[in-house]
């Protein structure tokens, strides 16, 4: 029998012989979207798309992305078949590093836009019944924060340097940083500051870049801000927050030394004195009572690195926020024992909780897991080598069908429906990571996620813009285009939008708690969720398994005859039984 040609719905029942349609299902039905986005606990199972606006669209050709582009195209975004939209972030900013240094939380930086604009785009997406989730990042602002610049004019003493961390330096001469605290983008996490006067002062704490100096949470005026900023979007009518480094915002008392050097290598293992003290805990408790003052389901959903899923699910307490990113998963190499274990320990943690599972794959601050999965294992999360392309693509959209499989949430970054590899070649000249440029620090190689993405075969930025890309795109990229994919059979783009449409229409998909694992080949996961089986050949060889039933999706090609199916290296099934 000829190999079944995936993705696709099976119309005509078991053990075809069948091509799917050029185009694979979604729903065009607004009314039917509608009722879908209205239901209750929309975020216990939804699927949500990460935009990074300076690298979705272009609307005024100044090769920089912005809101009028991502307004431009939400009707994309819709037929894709996602949820939600999360917008990194478009606020006021110096741009130090990619907008997460911010000025004023209040105001959209005139890169992307104005509020107006801001507004277009809210009440846009909700006719096309999306939500929109913006970027909030409350563990430091940028040192052109009005708050900051007048500490830094008012001196030694002025009050506004209590709403962040300055303290004297150690040595004769307060020469040496406050304690041995390293930077995550390397080099000490303090910067001395000169004084009004001429002469060397107090030191100020960044856990990131020296333009990112962090807030001091114990005074009252920091949450004072942050809560009324919360209104100020929950007003303009977004859904919900992310919140960026949500595990730092609170220090261990007195700045302890933590007495190691290399301390990134730490991170992830062990709880920090300036990462996931309990402490944060009580700040999302208040912002929580906010949230629920506001109709339709407003959520949080937190960026929290933590030393294990365990502690991962603390943030996710029924009074605090509603989701918190996997990145124990996200981690994760493509190897079925690894996956088991993760998927397992992620549901047994989240369940005591009553919170759903968040899976994630890709961002923003990674390399793209269509990279990652073409290297070998054990190189972490930001890689500098493209590996083996072919290889990484099979392995990136079967991972894809599974993680759509589990039960819970998934947040899917820009590009990634489109198979899009990490770009590892830019120039040094054109790489704008601020952590490219510190020793020690991340590796730096995050500008590889960001190049703005492909939406037409030919252009200057391949429909990006009409004036070029921020980042240069690979010459090949037309052919990844969302153009080039949309009606081609078998491609990235049409298996993402298949998937999403059976994942919205069958009720044994996505929410739940737990997944009934079925005996399978060595290298293979094998569950069954309701009247739904996933299987996932994470090997390197094809194996045999049960045809469990009728196809709904499928990742690469599968062989089926006489109740068995033949499911090749680096392949996920979905079956319906």
């Not at 040609?5 to 185009?23: E, F, K, L, Q």
């Not at 500051?193 to 001091?216: I, S």
Request: proline share 7%.
């Amino acid at each position: 029998m000829p190999p079944l040609s995936c993705p696709g719905v099976n119309p005509v029942g078991r053990n075809p012989t069948w091509r799917p349609s050029a185009r694979g299902p979604h729903l065009d039905d607004h009314s039917a979207l509608a009722t879908v986005a209205a239901h209750r606990d929309w975020w216990r199972d939804a699927v949500i798309y990460q935009v990074y606006p300076r690298s979705f669209a272009d609307s005024n050709g100044d090769g920089m992305g912005d809101l009028e582009g991502v307004r431009s195209r939400l009707p994309y975004l819709r037929d894709l078949g996602v949820d939600a939209v999360w917008l990194s972030p478009f606020y006021a900013s110096p741009q130090a590093d990619a907008g997460y240094d911010v000025a004023d939380y209040r105001a959209v930086d005139p890169m992307f836009g104005n509020l107006l604009d801001a507004d277009a785009l809210i009440r846009d997406a909700h006719e096309l019944s999306l939500r929109i989730i913006v970027d909030l990042v409350p563990n430091h602002s940028s040192d052109q924060h009005e708050w900051f610049k007048r500490a830094l004019r008012e001196g030694p003493g002025s009050p506004l340097r209590d709403r962040y961390h300055f303290r004297p330096g150690k040595g004769a001469d307060g020469e040496l940083p406050p304690n041995d605290w390293e930077s995550i983008f390397g080099g000490p996490a303090w910067t001395r500051v000169t004084e009004p006067d001429g002469t060397p002062g107090e030191w100020y704490l960044h856990l990131f870049a020296p333009e990112q100096p962090d807030f001091n949470w114990e005074h009252p005026a920091v949450g004072d801000e942050f809560r009324s900023i919360l209104r100020f979007w929950l007003d303009m009518g977004v859904d919900g927050f992310r919140i960026d480094v949500a595990h730092g915002l609170v220090k261990a008392t007195g700045l302890p030394d933590l007495g190691s050097h290399e301390q990134l290598k730490l991170l992830g293992n062990d709880v920090m004195p300036f990462f996931d003290q309990d402490g944060v805990h009580d700040i999302y408790r208040q912002w929580r009572t906010i949230l629920d003052e506001y109709a339709g389901e407003r959520i949080f959903v937190a960026e929290a690195w933590t030393p294990t899923i365990e502690r991962t699910a603390n943030y996710v307490r029924p009074d605090e926020l509603h989701q918190a990113f996997n990145f124990q998963y996200l981690g994760t190499h493509w190897d079925a024992a690894e996956l088991h274990s993760v998927i397992d320990r992620t549901l047994d943690s989240m369940r005591p909780v009553g919170a759903p599972a968040t899976w994630v794959l890709s961002n923003h601050d990674v390399t793209r897991h269509a990279t990652r999965f073409a290297n070998e294992a054990g190189l972490g999360t930001q890689i500098r080598t493209a590996g083996n392309r072919g290889l990484g693509l099979r392995r990136a959209r079967a991972a894809t069908l599974l993680m759509l499989a589990l039960p819970g949430s998934a947040y899917l970054y820009q590009g990634e429906e489109l198979g899009l590899p990490d770009v590892v070649d830019l120039p040094d000249e054109v790489r704008q990571d601020p952590a490219y440029f510190r020793g020690a620090g991340q590796d730096g190689f995050r500008d590889g996620c960001r190049v703005p993405i492909p939406w037409t075969r030919e252009g200057s930025s391949f429909g990006f813009g009409d004036g070029g890309s921020w980042l240069p795109q690979p010459a090949g990229w037309g052919e990844l285009s969302i153009e080039a994919q949309t009606g081609t059979p078998g491609s990235t783009l049409e298996l993402y939008r298949t998937a999403l449409a059976v994942r919205r229409e069958r009720a044994d998909l996505g929410a739940g708690d737990a997944v009934e694992w079925l005996r399978a080949p060595e290298g293979v996961l094998a569950f069954r969720r309701g009247e739904f089986v996933c299987t996932a050949n994470t090997g390197g060889e094809s194996v045999t398994v049960p045809a469990y039933g009728r196809v709904l999706v499928c990742s690469g090609e599968v062989t089926i005859a006489d109740d068995e199916a033949k499911l090749p290296a680096d392949t996920t099934v979905w079956w319906a039984v």
